[in-house]
């Protein structure tokens, strides 16, 4: 009994810990003219989560095609996700930061494992810790547990479920929300086992998602259904960062009347289950709230600062002296420094590839081509000896 | 050959009951007997020769010939390219270090004591003294021990005894705080004073409270336990519950950590940044018009702020870049100040301060550097919209845990912004942001003193380490039991052994109470650890489900496989009935 009431507070400690940085990753997944909707569905999702606060360098958005600039645009360098045309979300001020070809499977998976290359800007990273919220937000063309990439490759359900399984694993989010707007987009999370996701999806298995409405002028589709009443909420309900609407509020806002298909979304795998999952802000996902904390007036005396500078900066001075005497007898750190810059050095020269499987010594390659060689001018020589008898 | 169907017709006659009259089945029960002699004679079938021993070899040879070729060569060759290689990992060393198996951690730490007495006497206090304190302690992982400084030295030289608390003097003996006895005559004894900057608690005592050889405890020794219990209760509470919260192998012995202060240290976990090597920091200036458009930030940096980050130089290092950015606006989604006549200000609602950097709009965390960024926002707002100060408190600076701090710098009411801000009026901002510094840095709020405070940290920041280090294998050796389809190169080998190698070194030193030493590697095994888990290799693309595999397997090898194993069959069979006959 005594012992329980020991942990409790400090149980309680890990239990409810704040996040204190959102991340958004936005993907669309479709190349080609007539699939605008697809990626007017990310720029508007885009728009609305920065508007909302998350900075530009905490978003990763992967935009396979450059509607803005292809050929049949008949609004050359916009896009627009109404066919009143009101809001151009291309705008002036956006980052992409996986383009075209380097929308892949292999790019989305690396990117949510952080299994990048050491040469890797930071703003295509996703640099979470246990303490981060993420987004993820996909559309695109899928079907039973899968959502193709660019008409070439396409991800499993299985797949992004150990992606984000390996997240949780080296603690790289607090909370995720996933949402996906495909056809049979529910199943593309019915693979997950990693906890405090909250899932949510446009459509069940054996349906299609629909688009919304199309632009005569531009000439396709504009944006998706789900997609649409989704932003519908988001701009008219949650005006300012202070919005304390909730993710129930925003799952209550589906219509299957509206939608045209049956959105789903999934609890089970978040910490206290549905009543947890529908109490979360809508802001806590797609805006960037922390607690700050205010600072009163002047608290300290700032003669007495000054004061402590010096006496910190004599301090320092004494320190190096100190130092400088002991140089001699401090191998110890010197050593280990060493051996860490050795590794890096390793690690830079070695070369990489999808699937290494091992590294064959230079040497033997080297000694095979040149038997190689030798043999093919034993059996010249030997040829022409034996044709000259 | 005749068409094996005829013969299946021929055999089983009685179920075709509308076979036709002209078939020479062996049903003769209408046709004449004459007639059928002659017609059996011209249908039947000549029996093949029987077949001979060569050519019977011969067919077996080619069926056991392709067999070979499937099983030797095929088989191996599949195999070979299909496999995924896996180095072989420590698995269970890997997770006895995240279950915290292979290493408790301890603290030792060693205290000098310097006490102008005989050397029975001291040691007699120093005896009860560590029997008070051992009394006190309810954290077994976190213990003080006492020893005599040597040589005693006489008050007056102690001065130069001063150790620095952020590089161990000598490596063999880490010394955490040294207690200096001084016998006084006057005043309320005993008392004590703790060095603000430097490891060192001046005790005051009257020559008559040494406590008598005969006597087991004594209000000195008793009072000198309690200081010291008291200057290390947070460093305690820290370590505790970073032990707690990230192995829960050790069930807190701990039961003076309130409800306050475990709330007091979630709020310092939340505000401090993750330990890295290098930190990059920002000062920015904003300014929603054209002034102020200078600082005077090189001269402020190097008074306000150098000494600080050199005091952190054993822990971390530092890089700063400074920015001034004009006409910057607020976010157009935050409520914009209003005027408050009370204060006679303008007013920001405190709900609105997360919103007040416009993240969309101002140029901050440049992707530059390994670090993480930490930003300093040093905004002066128009002139027309000041002074401009937060409702709630009337305070004019914030802190964003894990981002940085935000200080608002009003201009002088009765005069224009100045054109460039002089290093005066940039004091307090850079007051303030040091102090923020500090929290996001981790540093403890007590004892007062600033090397034990480092040293504090330190402390805390090397058992950080080697728990995220362990925790990294921990997870590395789930994930390689879980996804059998993820290639594992033997690098990764490699960087799992150099981890747990540097782990083990770090738990030696923090055991012998080297703590330098002890943060230095286990700074080595997070790189390690964090490049074994993040080998980019590593990566689990294409995980194909059984019945995808089967898919895949079926329209190629089918229509080879069905041949093969149909003909192996007969022949075994015609093999085991020749045996049988």
């Known amino acids: 009994m005594k012992f329980s009431t020991v942990l409790l507070p400090l149980l309680s400690v890990c239990a409810s810990a704040e996040h204190t940085s959102n991340w958004a990753v936005l993907v669309s997944t479709s190349r080609f003219w007539f699939n605008y909707r697809h990626l007017a569905n990310v720029l508007s999702l885009y728009r609305t989560v920065k508007r909302l606060g998350i900075p530009d360098s905490q978003i990763i958005l992967m935009l396979p095609d450059d509607m803005a600039c292809n050929p049949r645009n008949a609004f050359p360098g916009t896009v627009y996700n109404n066919a009143d045309r009101a809001l151009d979300l291309y705008g002036d001020n956006i980052e992409v930061d996986y383009r075209g070809y380097e929308v892949t499977v292999e790019n989305f998976i690396r990117l949510m494992t952080d299994r990048v290359s050491e040469d890797m800007p930071r703003s295509k990273r996703l640099m979470t810790d246990e303490r981060s919220n993420i987004l993820v937000y996909m559309t695109g063309h899928g079907g039973n547990e899968f959502l193709k990439f660019q008409d070439a490759e396409e991800i499993s359900a299985f797949d992004l479920a150990d992606a984000f399984e390996q997240m949780w694993e080296k603690k790289r989010y607090h909370e995720m929300l996933f949402m996906i707007d495909t056809c049979q987009a529910n199943t593309m999370y019915s693979k997950f086992y990693s906890p405090n996701i909250l899932a949510t999806g446009s459509s069940e298995i054996d349906q299609s998602s629909y688009s919304h409405h199309a632009d005569s002028d531009v000439g396709v589709a504009v944006i998706d259904r789900y997609t649409y009443y989704n932003l519908e909420f988001l701009e008219t309900q949650v005006r300012d960062p202070t919005s304390k609407l909730t993710m129930g509020e925003l799952f209550d806002s589906y219509d299957e009347e509206k939608i045209h298909s049956h959105p789903g979304i999934r609890y089970d795998l978040f910490a206290g289950g549905e009543a947890a999952g529908r109490s979360r802000l809508v802001m806590d996902f797609f805006g960037n709230v922390q607690n700050v904390e205010v600072e009163g007036g002047v608290q300290k005396n700032e003669t007495e600062w000054q004061e402590e500078l010096a006496a910190i900066d004599r301090m320092i001075l004494e320190t190096r002296r100190r130092h400088n005497e002991s140089l001699i007898t401090r191998p110890q750190s010197q050593h280990v420094v060493e051996e860490a810059t050795s590794a890096d050095s390793k690690q830079a020269l070695r070369k990489e590839g999808a699937v290494r499987v091992d590294g064959e010594s230079g040497w033997a390659k080297q000694m095979v081509g040149a038997a190689a060689l030798l043999g093919c001018a034993g059996i010249w020589a030997a040829g022409s000896w034996l044709e000259s008898l | ?581």
């Open chain 2, 1 to 581: 050959m005749p068409p094996p169907a005829v013969a299946a017709a021929d055999a089983s006659p009685a179920t075709h009951t509308d076979s036709t009259s002209t078939s020479t089945s062996t049903s003769t029960s209408t046709s004449s007997q004459s007639s059928s002699n002659a017609l059996d004679a011209v249908n039947a079938r000549p029996q093949p020769p029987p077949e001979t021993k060569e050519s019977l070899w011969l067919r077996r040879s080619v069926i056991l010939s392709f067999w070979a070729v499937v099983v030797l060569l095929g088989l191996p060759v599949w195999w070979r390219t299909t496999a995924i290689y896996r180095a072989d990992l420590p698995l269970q060393g890997m997770t006895d270090w995240a279950d915290g198996k292979s290493c408790k951690p301890v603290f030792p730490l060693r205290i000098a004591v310097e006490a102008p007495l005989s050397p029975q006497e001291a040691h007699h206090l120093l005896r009860t003294t560590q029997h008070a304190l051992d009394d006190l302690n309810e954290f077994s992982a976190h213990h003080l021990r006492l020893m005599l400084a040597d040589p005693p030295l006489p008050a007056n030289a102690s001065q130069q005894v001063v150790s620095d608390g952020i590089g161990s003097t000598r490596s063999d003996e880490d010394i955490a705080l040294s207690i200096r006895l001084i016998p006084v005559e006057t005043g309320t004894t005993p008392r004590s004073t703790l060095q603000p900057y430097s490891p060192t608690l001046d005790v005051y005592y009257m020559p008559n409270q040494i406590p008598s050889a005969s006597s087991t405890g004594s209000p000195l020794a008793t009072y000198i336990a309690q200081e010291l219990h008291k200057i290390f209760a947070e460093e305690q509470a820290l370590l505790a519950s970073l032990l707690f919260s990230t192995s829960g192998v050790h069930t807190a012995k701990i039961k003076s950590l309130s409800a306050e202060t475990a709330a007091e240290l979630k709020r310092q976990s939340t505000r401090a940044l993750k330990y890295a090597p290098t930190y990059h920091l920002t000062f920015s200036l904003f300014t929603p018009t054209f002034a102020p458009s200078g600082w005077d930030i090189e001269s402020a940096l190097q008074q306000y702020l150098t000494p600080l980050l050199e005091s952190f130089s054993a822990i971390s290092n530092f890089t700063v870049d400074t920015q001034v950015q004009l006409y910057a606006t607020f976010s157009p989604s935050i409520h914009q100040p209003e005027y408050d006549e009370d204060l006679r200000s303008w007013s920001l609602r405190k709900e609105d301060l997360s919103g007040f950097i416009n993240a969309a709009e101002w140029p901050l965390s440049p992707s530059i550097g390994k670090g993480p960024t930490v930003n300093f926002v040093l905004f002066v707002p128009d002139q027309n919209q000041s002074p401009l100060l937060v409702k709630e408190n009337g305070g004019n600076s914030w802190l964003i845990p894990q981002w940085g701090g935000v200080f608002i710098l009003n201009p002088p009411r009765d005069s224009d912004t100045p054109r460039i801000l002089g290093k005066e009026a940039l004091t307090p901002a850079f007051h303030t942001f040091s102090n923020q510094l500090l929290s996001l840095l981790g540093l403890p709020q007590t004892p007062a003193s600033l090397p034990l405070r480092l040293s504090t940290l330190k402390r805390v920041r090397a058992a950080s380490l080697i728990f995220s280090a362990s925790s990294t294998l921990g997870a590395l050796a789930r994930l390689y039991q879980a996804l059998p389809s993820i290639p594992v190169p033997d690098t990764v080998a490699k960087s799992v052994d150099l981890t747990t190698s540097h782990l083990q070194q770090a738990c030696d030193h923090l055991r012998e109470g080297r703590f330098q030493g002890a943060l230095e590697h286990a700074r080595t095994a997070e790189a390690a650890a964090e490049k074994a888990f993040f080998e980019r290799s590593m990566v689990g693309q294409v995980y194909f489900p059984d019945e995808h595999k089967v898919a895949v397997y079926m329209p190629l090898l089918g229509p080879v496989a069905v041949p093969l194993v149909m003909a192996a069959l007969k022949e075994l069979k015609s093999i085991i009935s020749g045996l049988r006959k």
